[in-house]
């Protein structure tokens, strides 16, 4: 597993702590590969979810520093929503 991916899953399992999404989304990040999240944690992984997030590395990390903000990378193309838009909203409101 790539160092990417630890570092993801250690980033969205401390954002995610206590929030219940009520469904699987998985993050892919171009080039490095998978992480899913669902009620009971977070970890590396492909599988299917309700909804699939694609970025590349540098917008998934801005968007778990602060420095992107979710909505706006989906605006312009850099974040890809595949399935509940409704489960990615929930989720983006979590990241901000």
């Known amino acids: 597993m790539s160092d990417v991916i630890n570092q993801a899953v250690e980033m969205l399992s401390a ?3 206590g929030v219940h999404i009520g469904g699987t989304v998985k993050f892919e990040i171009e080039d490095e590969g998978s992480v899913m999240v669902d009620d009971a944690g977070v970890r590396a992984g492909d599988a299917p979810a309700d909804v699939t997030l694609t970025a590349s590395t540098d917008t998934f990390q801005g968007i778990m520093d602060g420095s992107t903000n979710p909505t706006s990378a989906f605006m312009t193309g850099k ?3 595949d399935g509940d838009m409704g ?10």
Do not use: D, G, Y
């Open 15 to 17: 954002k995610m702590a």
């Open 87 to 96: 489960m990615a909203m929930k989720l983006a409101s979590a990241l901000a």
């Open 79 to 81: 974040l890809r929503v």
